[in-house]
């Protein structure tokens, strides 16, 4: 059974940081891009970062650059989303996404996402 666990939401204040982490079991983990994505209300739900299954490039929306940082952990199966400087507007619910595409199979799973709001 393939599980994505998200943890480390909250709330914080406008500046502050957070760390959420996503532990992955039921798959080949090492195999898979890791990603998170955001949803805020009324919103579509955007890619925020992602990082490549040997954790040897990653890539971030223009929103978060120099503010978050993806990361993973392949032996613990594990991958984090640093988030400093934050602020009101990246308050969402934050998912985790691990995606695996070949020539004639693409498998995506979804964890069920943890809320961050960023509010004084």
């Known amino acids: 059974q393939v599980q994505l666990v998200e943890s480390g939401g909250g709330l914080v204040q406008p500046g502050g940081s957070l760390r959420l982490s996503c532990a992955g079991s039921?798959?080949?983990?090492?195999?898979?891009?890791m990603s998170w994505y955001r949803q805020a209300p009324g919103k579509e739900r955007e890619l925020v970062a992602a990082?490549?299954?040997?954790?040897?490039?990653?890539n971030y929306a223009d929103s978060v650059k120099g503010r978050f940082t993806i990361s993973r952990d392949n032996a613990k199966r594990t991958v984090h989303l640093q988030m400093n400087s934050l602020k009101p507007e990246d308050t969402a619910v934050y998912y985790c996404n691990a995606d695996w595409r070949g020539t004639q199979f693409e498998y995506d799973y979804w964890g069920q996402g943890t809320q961050v709001t960023v509010s004084s």
């Open positions: 039921g798959f080949t983990f090492g195999r898979f891009t």
């Open positions: 990082i490549s299954a040997a954790g040897s490039s990653t």
